[in-house]
């Protein structure tokens, strides 16, 4: 459940029958909330009016708990879109770290999908599952985390459309790849700087990937009243490079 109060602040938790949730401005009680309509108005025990709804993705990943830093909604819509993650598609990630590109990802392969996301460090693995199952419910049935590395995956048992990589040096990871995505597949890594995405490019052409590109998203909010239209003092400028690229054919 997302709350909102009156100076545009907002809470992040999870609803359950008897429980309380605590505030600055007092509890209010989790039934209060639980059988209304979204966007009603509740106060809480100190008297301040608060807008209760349920949370959107950007919402969740923003607020919820992380180990690893998260990839922020600007980042993952890029990832998503330019990546091609379509509804039905086999993706596998990995650097799965605190979740929300993992479940960036489930959301848009949808049921008919399948999304193996690796993480290498127990705790990180441990924080996006809490994350994952918070978001949904549960993990999804076409959603698997694995704690290992990507590594581990057969080309045999473990094929994909989609290779999704948010790590260090994914270029290491490129003969993986080419075990593991099928011919014409993409190939998108989330990179924070430009000696990194430069070691990355490299490497995709030396090992056969085409149609490569580099970008990065800037986010600047407005602000608009009845007597002013204007950016927004502030912005969410760089947090990351996004490089794509397709797997050539297969050797004949």
Same mark, same amino acid.
């Given at each position: 459940?997302?709350?909102?109060?009156?100076?545009?602040?907002?809470?992040?938790?999870?609803?359950?029958?008897?429980?309380?949730?605590?505030?600055?401005?007092? +509890?209010?009680?989790?039934?209060?909330?639980?059988?209304?309509?979204?966007?009603?108005?509740?106060?809480?025990?100190?008297?301040?009016?608060?807008? +209760?709804?349920?949370?959107?993705?950007?919402?969740?990943?923003?607020?919820?708990?992380?180990?690893?830093?998260?990839?922020?909604?600007?980042?993952?819509?890029?990832?998503?879109?330019?990546?091609?993650?379509?509804?039905?598609?086999?993706?596998?990630?990995?650097?799965?770290?605190?979740?929300?590109?993992?479940?960036?990802?489930?959301?848009?392969?949808?049921?008919?999908?399948?999304?193996?996301?690796?993480?290498? /460090?127990?705790?990180?693995?441990?924080?996006?599952?809490?994350?994952?199952?918070?978001?949904?419910?549960?993990?999804?049935?076409?959603?698997?985390?694995?704690?290992?590395?990507?590594?581990?995956?057969?080309?045999?048992?473990?094929?994909?459309?989609?290779?999704?990589?948010?790590?260090?040096?994914?270029?290491?990871?490129?003969?993986?790849?080419?075990?593991?995505?099928?011919?014409?597949?993409?190939?998108?890594?989330?990179?924070?700087? =430009?000696?990194?995405?430069? =070691?990355?490019?490299?490497?995709? %052409?030396?090992?056969?990937?085409?149609?490569?590109?580099?970008?990065? =998203?800037?986010?600047?909010?407005? %602000?608009?009243?009845?007597?002013?239209?204007?950016?927004?003092? /502030?912005?969410?400028? %760089? =947090?990351?490079?996004?490089?794509?690229?397709?797997?050539?054919?297969?050797?004949?």
């Amino acid at each position: 459940m997302l709350l909102i109060d009156g100076r545009g602040r907002r809470y992040l938790f999870r609803l359950r029958p008897g429980e309380t949730w605590h505030s600055h401005a007092g +509890a209010i009680p989790h039934d209060l909330i639980l059988g209304s309509s979204e966007g009603t108005r509740v106060h809480s025990t100190g008297g301040m009016a608060f807008s +209760a709804y349920r949370p959107r993705l950007a919402d969740f990943v923003l607020k919820m708990p992380r180990g690893a830093q998260v990839v922020y909604p600007k980042d993952l819509a890029a990832i998503v879109v330019e990546a091609d993650v379509f509804p039905g598609a086999r993706v596998v990630e990995a650097g799965t770290g605190s979740g929300s590109l993992t479940i960036a990802l489930a959301r848009a392969t949808g049921t008919q999908g399948r999304v193996v996301s690796y993480e290498l /460090r127990p705790e990180f693995h441990e924080r996006a599952v809490q994350n994952v199952e918070a978001f949904f419910g549960e993990v999804p049935v076409w959603l698997e985390l694995r704690c290992g590395d990507v590594r581990e995956a057969s080309g045999t048992e473990d094929s994909f459309d989609r290779m999704i990589l948010d790590l260090p040096e994914p270029w290491t990871l490129l003969e993986t790849a080419g075990r593991i995505l099928e011919p014409g597949g993409i190939l998108c890594a989330y990179l924070p700087t =430009t000696p990194q995405v430069q =070691t990355l490019v490299l490497a995709l %052409h030396a090992h056969g990937f085409e149609l490569t590109e580099t970008f990065e =998203t800037l986010r600047r909010s407005w %602000h608009v009243t009845e007597r002013s239209v204007r950016p927004d003092h /502030r912005m969410v400028g %760089h =947090t990351g490079f996004i490089t794509v690229a397709r797997r050539g054919p297969a050797e004949p």
